[in-house]
């Protein structure tokens, strides 16, 4: 909407990964460093870590874009929570590989047929696999085991794991000893400082074809750091009010109003709304007070009556007469809840008893009639 106002061949900060908008700061250039070296290495495991919206995938899009396919054969999956088999045959599809109806044996004889295929022609195997925090454990073993395919000395198959940050935590759990010693590199990626956000703003600007415009007073970058952190889809979500909200002031200039405006927008919709009462809340309002008085009085007798101890009988009254009617409803529907669920297992009990007595019964008669 706003681009032909400031003379741009396209939108600078759009949420959808692109690398030809890659932004080269300290820690990217670490991170896709890591990335080249694993892929000169030609086996183990490379593992890239970051916040939401650190600028991962674009990474990992990047080094794909810039890889021989005469070389290698590069397979690009998105992790979702999927079981170990089902993970095996969605590396299959990304390879190419036939999956439907084939057997988990045969498809892993497909898969290392594959690979050898490809090693025989000269290429390499590459598989990138993202959202890797998303990975079961029965799933990351499966790819473990993919790593084991080797001619030779050379492995076959080489895989790289991005993630969040929590994916860091699953590999250091005990079940994972197997696989981080197949870790052959680990690198996170975190924020960028002040004075690369800074670059990463008029970097994307370059790249979408800003010459004159908009220009930014050197104030609003530093507000822009605080409030973003130096995450890049941060920036591009503020930055993409910014000038929309520029656009429609016809505003060339970006300047600290402006970018506090769209900060106090931003945080103000982010923002949980007040409980408001509404017409026919109140009457029931007061309808469950006036219940719930007249249970605590109805507890109050009971307690009264029943040999419990004075001392006791004081604590549960004071507590009760403490509590308000908002907090009384949620104890009493925690219970209700406890209570359905209790009820839930005991039918269950019930139901596989019934089972078992009827086998009992058909086993009893089989064993008379023979």
């Not at 080094?63 to 299959?92: F, I, K, N, P, Y």
């Not at 290392?112 to 990351?140: H, I, M, S, Y």
């Amino acid at each position: 909407m706003y681009e032909a106002f400031y003379g741009l061949k396209s939108k600078p900060f759009q949420l959808n990964p692109d690398p030809g908008f890659y932004f080269s700061s300290k820690q990217h250039q670490r991170a896709r460093a890591y990335l080249e070296y694993g892929v000169m290495c030609c086996e183990g495991f490379i593992v890239i870590t970051g916040e939401v919206g650190a600028g991962k995938t674009t990474i990992v899009r990047g080094l794909l874009d810039s890889l021989d396919a005469q070389t290698v054969v590069a397979a690009h999956l998105v992790s979702t929570q999927l079981g170990a088999e089902d993970t095996l045959r969605m590396v299959g599809a990304a390879f190419g590989v036939p999956v439907h109806g084939v057997p988990k044996s045969n498809l892993l004889l497909a898969l290392e047929a594959f690979f050898l295929a490809q090693t025989l022609k000269g290429k390499r195997c590459l598989l990138v696999v993202d959202e890797a925090q998303n990975l079961q454990p029965q799933a990351v073993e499966e790819l473990r085991m993919l790593s084991n395919f080797q001619n030779g000395q050379n492995a076959l198959l080489q895989t790289f794991l991005v993630g969040q940050p929590e994916f860091r935590e699953i590999l250091q759990s005990p079940g994972m000893v197997q696989l981080r010693q197949r870790v052959i590199a680990t690198c996170h990626l975190g924020p960028m400082e002040a004075d690369e956000t800074r670059g990463y703003i008029l970097h994307r600007l370059k790249c979408a074809g800003s010459t004159d415009k908009p220009v930014f007073e050197s104030e609003v970058f530093e507000s822009i750091y605080r409030f973003t952190g130096g995450i890049p889809r941060r920036i591009n979500t503020l930055l993409d009010r910014i000038l929309l909200q520029g656009f429609l002031a016809d505003a060339s200039q970006i300047d600290q109003s402006l970018v506090k405006q769209i900060i106090e927008e931003i945080q103000s919709e982010m923002a949980l709304p007040p409980k408001t009462a509404s017409s026919w809340d109140t009457p029931l309002r007061n309808a469950v007070a006036s219940t719930l008085s007249e249970e605590q009085k109805n507890g109050d007798a009971v307690l009264s009556r029943l040999d419990l101890g004075s001392p006791l009988v004081d604590s549960v009254s004071n507590r009760l007469s403490e509590m308000t009617s908002e907090q009384l409803s949620a104890h009493l529907l925690r219970i209700e809840r406890s209570v359905l669920r209790q009820e839930r297992v005991t039918l269950e009990i019930l139901m596989n008893l019934r089972k078992l007595l009827t086998n009992v019964k058909i086993r009893q008669s089989d064993s008379a009639t023979g």
